[in-house]
């Protein structure tokens, strides 16, 4: 299964953290901490995977974000590179060629699909399309609820309540 | 009234907001942050729930990717939660699944909210449940909410039940009792058409699987269907992961799967699948010769390819095949050994992995020759993982694959000068080691010391330090091998000795101490071999091999000592002149004279015990030897004996000694162990102060200064450390763990062993004739067989490879059990519904638990005894009959018989299906019966 999905920027910033491992919260600065001394620091043209305390991250840089997942060591790597393009594909067709610009802003929303495409650990949904559908109709869902709760009559009947 | 008003809630910075604030932070981007959780704290207490929201969403933000703590705001969470509004909700379960773990307070209020949205009827609210519950899930939630997880493990709603089909991996992990209710739906999904469903479930088997393989061998046909029909990778990717659990448990399973296995592999275009076909393979089909070579083709389709990731895999797969297949490895070995010089680091230490697995102790000197030139080429990282690697590999099993110890002493020797080498206490390890198991490398030994000892280079580095300290302690205690003793003492008392840590420099004086009463003692010999022999009665027989009698014709020299001139040209020549001993004393007194004031209480004190002796000493000798009168024949007498007294102390062999000795000494009536020692902790603790800064009782190189003395020693050494570790022993002892193997801490503690423990060396064979009755299977294999060409005795001490091993197993055995207990459940699991479940079942599958504890260690502890086993056996069999009427009742339930019956029986298969046809116990545990399920 995969222990935790992190994304770093080139300058060893962090765009998301997902994990499915507890962790606690020093331990997951640690991690990254750790983790990112590793990957950042390896060249263009070696291969995707890193052992790590007895796990295996898999890591594949999209422009200057790195997407990294780490999983166990019977794993499939190709696999999980596998899912590390699909969800950068997906993040692509919702964001309309997504930049790394999008992912800080809307960082709820890069969790949201991931929360579609993976669960437990476990990829759970390999087609791009259904996830599309499925973001864009839950984002409808928030929308009109916003629509209500943005209208001034409502702001004003909260107020005077 | 602490909320904000209603212009804090119109005026609320949003995330975005706080994004944009946070990017423009050059510097003092803590204090921003630090006001905006202020802001938060504020914000998240409003009752109007889009600002309590809002608050929630920038908090979790700020705690996700800037590490800041939330725990204050899980209520507020728990709050938010209870909003009607999809988009809150959906705020909250992100919130909650970041920060939520198993100790946070409020879990407990949790399961109500759950509860509701699972069975809500939008798809997206119990989606968003399930994912939040599939992270944090603890027991009670588990169990509280498992029957929801049941209904919706066949909910219409696809998606819907895809997600409940992986929460259940979390939910029986969290409680095992839930696979009860729901493994019968979870295998029914199975058969689901949609890939989506199909491939939540086989990812749940597969990670199930992974833990418990056996549970799960009578869903093997169902496997096999998928394996061979479906057409989705990711599916098949996980049936293959299964498989490699599933088939070496079942023989004929493995032979049925060779062949879509194979199939897949020639077909696909997928690297992903190729290389999983290509790992199930080599991990688990390793017997089938035809399947192992197509493997081992496309591996090399890996190794050739250009792009790194495969080249990596394919050498990884290769270090699979390679304790089975050796061929495989020979066969590339020409791109393992060009892969050595890779870009790659990981690369690079893949296909050292395999260099190494090549080696034999036919081409060991061959690859290490390679290896170490590589070293020398390569980066200070790989250089030492190379290194590492050969000591490592060499070293295993007390040096089984090293014939030729002199050669592999100066490869030792060589490899402690490559420039890069860090490698300085595993060589120094190895060196003393060697000297003490292998007698007849001795000489070469001394002679690799003692080019270590003179390069004044090697002083400079630090990393080489303890090596060298290994290598100055060799030359001193077999400083009867040595050609040019006195050329070493030189080499000992160099003056850039200075350099060396306190500790070593210790070892370095004592070593002196040893080659100086090994020289006067050939002094004194060759005198006495001229001169009318005076000791004819006890001459040392060990001494003298390398020395040539010469005839001394210098007696008369004048002995005026010249204190300024200690490097004369004295020792060239091997034989010890007069004026070398008079050179030799006088070079000790130089070097060891300033030492007397030294900080380091060690070195002190040692320095003290040389220049005692050399005073002691000196004035007879050359008095003696300056008028051989009468009278001071006598004196010269004497000071001999104190020489050959000491010598006497210094011969005394060391030897390896068991990592379990420690557990041979009886326990001395006065001492005891389980005490608290905290009263004489007040006590001591002034005392103990000063001296610990240097001064260490149990220091590894603690020298015996007679036989006595050093007993004492030995004592003292294991009281101490036994009352220091008592505590933990004894917790150790409560909870049947062991962290580590006993012993083993007292090996790491003491580099080389203080010293021999004489009844432990006189009762080897004793002692290794008990071990061998017990276990007789374990050490067979170790013996060497004859080699055609001789190898060199190497003292082995059996327990030190036997001891460790069982207390891992009764590690192993404690984690086997758990996970048993735990899986337990599963084969009975699909026959009935909670609610139908009575109490009498409960209680009779809890002694199953106890029950197959038992069994488990048996088959740990019994592997040697068939007989006996069997006997065991028999009687579990008869238990299992007392309760078999209780389990009846609910075997009869199930309708389609066979295959799940197999599952409530596969665990205790032996048992049970020996009791239904009266069969004779003729199977091996391992593999249960498991009638012709397979289609």
């Known amino acids: 299964m995969i222990h935790f999905v992190l994304l770093i920027s080139r300058q060893g910033k962090v765009r998301l953290t997902k994990w499915y491992s507890p962790y606690s919260q020093k331990e997951r600065t640690k991690v990254i901490r750790e983790l990112s001394g590793v990957i950042l620091t390896r060249g263009p043209k070696l291969c995707n995977f890193v052992e790590w305390r007895g796990f295996k991250v898999v890591y594949k840089r999209y422009a200057s974000l790195y997407f990294c997942m780490c999983i166990d060591q019977d794993d499939n790597e190709l696999e999980i590179l596998e899912i590390i393009h699909h969800y950068v594909e997906i993040l692509d067709r919702y964001f309309g060629s997504v930049c790394e610009l999008d992912l800080i802003f809307n960082f709820h929303k890069a969790y949201y699909i991931l929360d579609e495409l993976l669960i437990a650990g476990e990829l759970q949904e390999s087609s791009k399309k259904t996830v599309a559908r499925l973001i864009a109709a839950q984002d409808s869902l928030v929308e009109t609820a916003k629509e209500q709760a943005s209208s001034i009559s409502n702001i004003i009947a909260q107020a005077t309540k | 009234m602490s909320g904000p008003s209603l212009m804090d809630s119109l005026f609320q910075r949003t995330l975005e907001d706080l994004i944009k604030g946070l990017r423009q932070q050059l510097i003092g981007e803590q204090a921003f942050i630090s006001k905006a959780l202020e802001e938060i704290r504020k914000e998240i207490k409003s009752t109007d729930l889009s600002t309590k929201s809002t608050a929630l969403l920038k908090l979790s933000y ?35 699944s970041i920060s939520f773990h198993d100790s946070t307070p409020v879990l407990l209020l949790i399961t109500n909210h759950l509860r509701k949205d699972l069975s809500s009827t939008n798809e997206f609210e119990v989606s968003l ?48 009792e839930s696979v009860r209710v729901c493994f019968k739906r979870l295998v029914e999904n199975l058969e689901n058409s949609d890939p989506q469903v199909l491939s939540a479930v086989v990812g749940v088997f597969c990670e199930l699987a992974s833990k418990d393989p056996i549970s799960y061998l009578p869903l093997a046909p169902e496997f096999y269907k998928i394996l061979v029909d479906s057409k989705n990778n990711w599916v098949l990717i996980k049936v293959l992961k299964i498989f490699a659990k599933l088939a070496p448990l079942e023989p004929r399973l493995a032979k049925r799967v060779v062949e879509p296995i194979c199939d897949h592999m020639r077909r696909t275009g997928a690297k992903s699948l190729v290389f999983e076909c290509v790992r199930t393979v080599v991990t688990s089909l390793i017997e089938n010769d035809s399947a192992v070579r197509l493997a081992v083709g496309k591996v090399r389709e890996f190794l050739v390819d250009e792009d790194p990731n495969l080249k990596y895999l ?51 000197a061959e690859i290490s020759r390679v290896l170490v030139n590589y070293a020398l080429k390569s980066d200070p990282d790989f250089c030492n993982e190379i290194l590492g690697s050969i000591l490592s590999t060499c070293s295993r099993n007390v040096y089984e694959i090293i014939v030729d110890f002199d050669w592999y002493v100066s490869l030792l020797g060589e490899m402690s000068r490559i420039p890069h080498c860090q490698k300085g206490e595993e060589i120094e390890n190895q060196l003393i080691d060697i000297g003490m198991r292998v007698k007849d490398v001795r000489p070469e030994l001394v002679c690799v010391s003692r080019d270590l000892l003179i390069d004044p280079a090697l002083l400079g580095n630090s990393f080489l330090h303890r090596l060298l300290s290994a290598a100055a302690w060799v030359s001193g205690e077999y400083v009867e091998y040595s050609r040019n003793p006195l050329e070493l003492m030189e080499a000992l008392l160099q003056p850039r000795t ?38 004819p ?12 009698y010469e005839s001394f014709d210098d007696l008369s020299v004048e002995n005026v000592v010249d204190a300024t001139d200690t490097h004369g040209p004295t020792c060239t020549s091997a034989s010890i002149t007069n004026e070398s001993i008079v050179n030799l004393l006088n070079l000790v007194e130089l070097a060891l004279g300033p030492l007397l004031g030294s900080h380091d209480v060690e070195i ?12 002691l000493t000196k004035l007879d000798l050359l008095n003696s030897s300056v008028q051989e009168e009468n009278d001071s024949e006598r004196k010269g007498a004497e000071a001999s004996k104190t020489i050959e007294l000491m010598h ?13 000795a420690q557990g041979k000494i009886c326990l001395p009536d006065g001492l005891m162990l389980k005490e608290n020692l905290g009263d004489l902790e007040m006590i001591c603790g002034d005392i103990d102060q000063p001296s610990s800064n240097s001064f260490s009782f149990g220091s590894p190189y603690e020298e015996k200064g007679g036989v006595s003395f050093s007993n004492l020693q030995i004592k003292e050494n294991s009281r101490q450390s036994n009352e220091s570790t008592s505590l933990l022993a004894e917790h150790r002892k409560r909870h049947g763990l062991y962290y580590l193997p006993s012993g083993k801490s007292e090996m790491i503690s003491n580099d080389y062993p203080p010293a021999n423990d004489p009844m432990l060396l006189g009762n080897i064979n004793d002692n290794a004739d008990d071990l061998v009755k017990l276990t007789e299977e374990s050490l067979t294999p170790k013996r060497k067989p004859n080699h055609a060409k001789p190898r060199p005795v190497v003292v082995k001490l059996d327990e030190v490879d036997e001891k460790p091993e069982s207390k891992e197993d009764s590690l192993s055995g404690a984690v086997h059990d758990v996970l048993f207990g735990s899986e337990d459940i599963v084969p009975t699991s699909s026959q009935s519904n909670l609610s139908d479940m009575p109490s009498s079942k409960r209680k009779g599958k809890e002694k199953q638990h106890t029950d197959s504890h038992v069994e488990s260690k048996e088959n740990l502890v019994d592997h040697g005894n068939p007989s006996s086993r069997r006997r065991k056996h028999h009687s579990h069999g008869k238990e299992r009959r007392h309760r078999s009427p209780r389990k009846k009742n609910a075997e009869e339930r199930k309708d389609n018989g066979q295959k799940l019956k197999e599952k409530s029986s596969h665990r205790h298969g032996m048992h049970k299906s020996g009791q239904r046809a009266e069969e004779p116990f003729n199977f091996s545990v391992q593999t249960p019966v498991i009638p012709d399920f397979l289609l």
């Not at chain 2, 070892?507 to 004194?524: E, G, P």
């Open chain 2, 62 to 96: 700020l705690s996700s990717l800037h590490f800041h703590d939330m725990s204050f705001a899980t209520f507020h969470a728990l709050e938010v939660l209870s909003s009607p509004r999809f988009s809150h909700k959906r705020i909250a379960y992100h919130a909650i």
């Open chain 2, 648 to 660: 006497g102390a210094f011969s005394k062999e060391l030897g390896p000694v068991s990592s379990s």
């Open chain 2, 129 to 176: 449940s399930l994912q939040c519950l599939s992270r944090i899930a603890n027991v009670d939630l588990a169990r509280d909410l498992t029957p929801e997880i049941f209904t919706l493990l066949s909910s219409n709603k696809l998606y819907v039940r895809k997600k409940a089909v992986a929460v259940v991996l979390r939910v029986f992990e969290k409680y095992p």
């Open chain 2, 537 to 548: 009665d006890n001459l040392p027989s060990a001494v003298s091999a390398s020395v040539s």
């Open chain 2, 604 to 615: 002190q004190e040692r320095a003290r015990n040389v220049l005692g002796f050399v005073d």
């Open chain 2, 498 to 535: 200075s350099l060396l840590p306190p500790s070593i420099t210790a070892i370095y004086i004592q070593s002196a101490f040893k080659v100086l009463v090994f020289c006067l003692l050939t002094y004194l010999m060759q005198r006495g071999s001229t001169a009318s022999s005076m000791f």
């Open chain 2, 314 to 364: 394919g050498l990884q797969a290769l270090s699979i095949v390679a304790p089975k297949h050796l061929w495989a490895v020979s066969e590339n070995k020409e791109f393992v050994i060009k892969s050595l010089s890779d870009a790659d680091p990981n690369i690079k230490i893949e296909s050292l992995r395999l260099v190494m697995a090549l080696v034999s102790e036919h081409n060991v």
